[in-house]
């Protein structure tokens, strides 16, 4: 077997710690998405990143390149894991193969953070692989809320759940997005993750000030930020999640008011498409600790 | 205006809403009772096109040879013919291309090619496991040699076909593979974490299917004797033990007890 380190605890002796119970040590300062083509480039020297966030379902394989490299970058970065198929708000039966091979990852990589996203993937077995969004409901709040329990006791581990982009509205909606996502924090014990880019596309698509929405949240149930880019659709009229550019001045300034409310934040850059190369990503995070500092510092003087 | 219908439930809502992403030609609010708001007809355009696009890119990651042989246009009308025919059930997307060479049945070559391909991908992320060295044979007494059993790598794979993908594989060529003269077998590998390949002779195909069957050395042996003259069998048998072990092929040797 390989011998990991646990991370999150000094050197020294006599801390018990197993996996079933373990609380993980709070994830601090600002991450990078892990990209398989940033992986030798990471493990090649010092890189200013604090932490990585791997995409979950990447590693739900037997081996190879994709586990080799998640435990050497796991043996020097603080991992958050991030699943895209969780599918909390589905109407179909949490997918208990799922939950046991995240939890399988998660006791392999020890991360500071797991989340997924309020969506749902699909229904009826089929699973569309795309963040789909939920109706704004009471009754929506306390399926997901009820789930996220299920989900926490199966892992052992807290939840957080991200706001989703989305490019449509139910008729039947009856909460604001903000009180839905505030909602079913609070009924579930979940923490948010926060993603400026989807609140700012939402806001353009369905035509609200993403101030407000900002405002609305409870700053104990935000535990991530993410930064990301956006693009338009072939009409103009709407916005779409693609992130495949940088980050916008509108999310940028997004962030300086978010930081005002919420202090502090681990915030991340995530970037799928036209990756570059990894120092470029570097310099636009520090960007995001500039940011950070002038908001922060400020506060504090 | 005023709705006089009690709204849906999340699964009504649900169920509406994948079927009008599923089906192009499904209307949006089709029963009348889970409309949706605003501009509904662009949204759904954008999660219709998203769902198309995103798993033709798999299929493009999980074949690209094929890709490259077909071009992008009958490659993504293969691709949405598949979508339709096998729609995604499992949470990772790493499994939805599984059974694409079922829709190349007139097409012999491609459907070569695609299970090749899809092998590939199945070797690369295949569990770890440690090889054996020659050096692990030193100690080995005599009597121990024809029950001596291998257990080989998990992300070996064989698969035999009638068609020439060397020249594809090799980026030498994108035309569709030609036709051998008879039946071969590749053998996938993985090694320092990559995909290996090579095309078997058919004694060696037929040795190593014996070992994969759980033959010992000495089975091993009595399955070359249909290739080889008997004088020349143990050397045969010894040369491919030691090209498996020198290749990474081989993660463990145990011999059946003394007697
Ligand atoms: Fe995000």
């Known amino acids: 077997m390989v011998f990991r380190r646990r991370r999150g605890q000094g050197l020294g002796a ?3 710690d197993s996996p079933m119970t373990s609380k993980p040590a709070p994830l601090r300062g600002f991450g990078l998405g892990l990209r398989p083509p940033h992986y030798e480039a990471i493990l090649a020297g010092a890189v200013r990143v604090d932490w990585f966030e791997a995409l979950s379902e990447n ?5 190879g390149a994709p586990l080799y490299f998640l435990d050497r970058i796991a043996e020097r970065y603080p991992i958050a894991l991030h699943g895209v198929s969780l599918s909390i708000g589905s109407a179909d039966a949490l997918d208990r193969d799922y939950l046991r091979t995240l939890r399988r990852l998660a006791d392999r990589v020890q ?3 797991i989340s997924d996203h309020l969506c749902w993937t699909g229904v009826d077995g089929a699973r569309l692989h795309d963040l789909l969004p939920l109706p704004q409901t009471e009754e929506a709040v306390r399926h997901v809320a009820a789930r996220v329990r299920q989900v926490q006791d199966a892992l052992q581990r807290p939840l957080v759940l991200e706001n989703v ?5 139910y008729a039947h909606d009856t909460l604001p997005e903000w009180e839905f996502l505030d909602a079913v924090a609070s009924e579930s014990g979940c923490g948010l993750l926060l993603d400026l880019n989807n609140v700012y596309v939402n806001s353009v698509n369905h035509g609200f000030d993403a101030r407000v929405y900002v405002d609305a949240l409870s700053t104990r149930h935000v535990r991530q930020i993410h930064l990301a880019g956006h693009s338009r659709s072939l009409d103009g009229r709407l916005l779409i999640d693609t992130h495949d550019a940088d980050v916008p001045e509108a999310v940028w300034r997004l962030y300086e008011h978010a930081l005002r409310r919420y202090g502090a934040v681990p915030t ?9 190369p990894l120092s470029q990503l570097v310099a636009e995070l520090d960007r995001a600790r500039a940011v950070a500092s002038a908001v922060l510092d400020r506060q504090v003087a | 205006m005023m709705s006089v219908h009690r709204a849906p439930s999340l699964l009504q809502a649900q169920q509406w809403l994948q079927r009008s992403v599923l089906a192009e030609d499904e209307p949006v609010g089709a029963d009348g009772r889970l409309v949706v708001a605003g501009d509904a007809e662009e949204g759904l355009r954008i999660y219709r096109e998203a769902y198309r696009l995103r798993l033709l890119e798999v299929l493009r990651d999980d074949y690209p040879l094929l890709h490259a042989v077909l071009g992008e246009d009958a490659f993504a009308r293969l691709g949405l013919r598949y979508l339709s025919a096998y729609p995604s059930r499992s949470p990772s997307a790493r499994w939805f291309g599984r059974d694409l060479r079922e829709l190349l049945a007139d097409r012999p070559a491609l459907a070569d090619l695609a299970g090749f391909e899809w092998l590939q991908g199945e070797c690369f992320d295949a569990a770890d496991a440690d090889v054996v060295v020659l050096e692990d044979l030193a100690g080995l007494p005599p009597d121990a040699w024809p029950e001596l059993r291998l257990t080989l790598h998990p992300s070996l794979r064989r698969r035999s076909g009638d068609h020439d993908l060397a020249p594809l594989l090799r980026g030498e060529s994108t035309d569709e593979p030609a036709r051998l003269t008879g039946a071969r077998t590749w053998l996938l590998w993985r090694r320092q974490r990559q995909v290996h390949w090579r095309l078997l002779d058919d004694d060696e195909a037929d040795a190593l299917q014996a070992v994969a069957m759980g033959a010992g050395f000495g089975g091993l042996c009595e ?5 080889h003259e008997p004088e020349r069998v143990a050397l045969r048998a010894a040369a491919l033990l030691k090209r498996w072990i020198v290749d990474g092929l081989v993660s463990g040797l145990r011999s059946a007890p003394m007697s």
């Open chain 1, 14 to 16: 006599g801390i018990e």
């Open chain 1, 59 to 63: 590693y739900f394989v037997d081996g």
């Open chain 1, 111 to 113: 991360p500071r953070l």
């Open chain 1, 165 to 169: 982009s989305s490019y449509l509205r």
């Open chain 1, 268 to 276: 991340m850059i995530e970037r799928d498409d036209h990756l570059p």
């Open chain 2, 223 to 227: 399955r070359l004797c249909a290739w």
